[in-house]
């Protein structure tokens, strides 16, 4: 089976890609070829590689909506050749961008689409009504995504058969990783260690992070060490807010207490040597590093909102603070730091996600894969 994935990223970073490569390595065996389109300008760089099919028109996304669409719209003129052509078993679109490309093909062609929706858009209308055209089929990522959007609020007549919830995945092989040794709560000579991953883009919000142990009492402060891992996008927005991060540290003189660590590529041993996977930003769709750490039995804190309501066990595998709350976040802290709270034994909390491995998702997008084959 052939399947080209139409995410238009213009730089090899997680997320998406994540998934996507995950998929790849669970389904050698079921002999599909997996071919990305991106942007001219892509650079791969990280592993297992998948074959490119490059476009400067590409596109992921845009903060302005007209240049989002103009994109959109010479990209779909570019593709519909192939969109409608045999070369290509599934056309599984993924970004933002890739959705418009999506809705302008279910507009002029009978041919069905699939769109993974992996973010949590203000613009639920739109992608409602993109859910309810003919050839679309969506997936959603969690049940918590599925009701923001509307997606349980479909007619009859736009068929809310072609819903399906198909969370993202971590490797199989995080499975296999010895599992971290059960929580021991920190102590005046052990820190509480907490790690953070993911980009350095302002919708993380690892300033609200920082605020946060910022405002600890100084008997807890000097207990905690929180190091953030991830690449700085390119764009311009996000190199301000990489400097706005360091000045903010500065400022509140947590330097001993907060490290920007800059992009790794061994994240898993840095979730292996701590204490807790700190997660503030508000309505992260389905955060693979989430995954990954459970996976490896790590217990996470984590904004109550988006994916991680579907992904992480109140009490149990970790313990969820108010979003955008930096008094939530900083109680939340204060009482694992106190010793006040204990997560569940590893081995139960790497239980929790075993569903959301590449092999169980794959399994999923196969039953959908099969029946869009059949229409066409």
Partial sequence: MRILHLTGDRVDQGGILSVVRHIHEASVNLNWNHTLWVNTEFEQKRSPAVQLLRSPTANPDSASHLRLLTAAWRSFLELRPLLRSPEYDIIHAHSRGAFLISAFHCLTSKRPILFTNHTYANRKGMYRWGAGLKSMHTVALT?????????????????????????????????????????????????????????????????LAIDAISQLPDSIKKQIQLDIWGPTPPDDDSIQFEKELRNQIQNLDIQQQVKIKGSTNNV?????????????????????????????????????????????????????????????????????????????????????????????????????????????
């Fill in 143 to 207: 049940p918590n995504m599925a009701r923001h959007y509307g997606y349980d609020q479909l007619s009859e007549s736009q068929d809310p058969k072609r819903i399906h919830i198909i969370s993202a995945c971590f490797s199989d092989q995080q499975l296999e990783v010895p599992l971290k040794n059960d929580f021991i709560a920190p102590g005046p000579d052990r820190p509480l260690k907490l790690i953070g991953v993911g980009i350095l883009a302002r919708w993380k919000k690892w300033n």
């Fill in 268 to 376: 898993r041993e840095k979730l292996q040597t701590s204490d807790i996977f700190l997660i503030p930003s508000t309505n992260e769709p389905c955060s693979v590093a989430l995954m990954e750490a459970l996976a490896l039995g790590l217990p996470a804190i984590a904004s109550q909102s988006g994916g991680n309501i579907d992904i992480i066990k109140p009490e149990s595998t970790g313990l969820l603070f108010q979003p955008d709350s930096v008094q939530s976040l900083t109680s939340t802290i204060e009482r694992v730091a106190s010793g006040a709270w204990k997560p569940s034994a590893a081995s139960l909390i790497r239980d929790s996600v075993r569903a959301r491995t590449a092999t169980q998702v794959t399994q999923s997008y196969k039953e959908i894969y099969s029946k869009i084959c059949a229409q066409k």
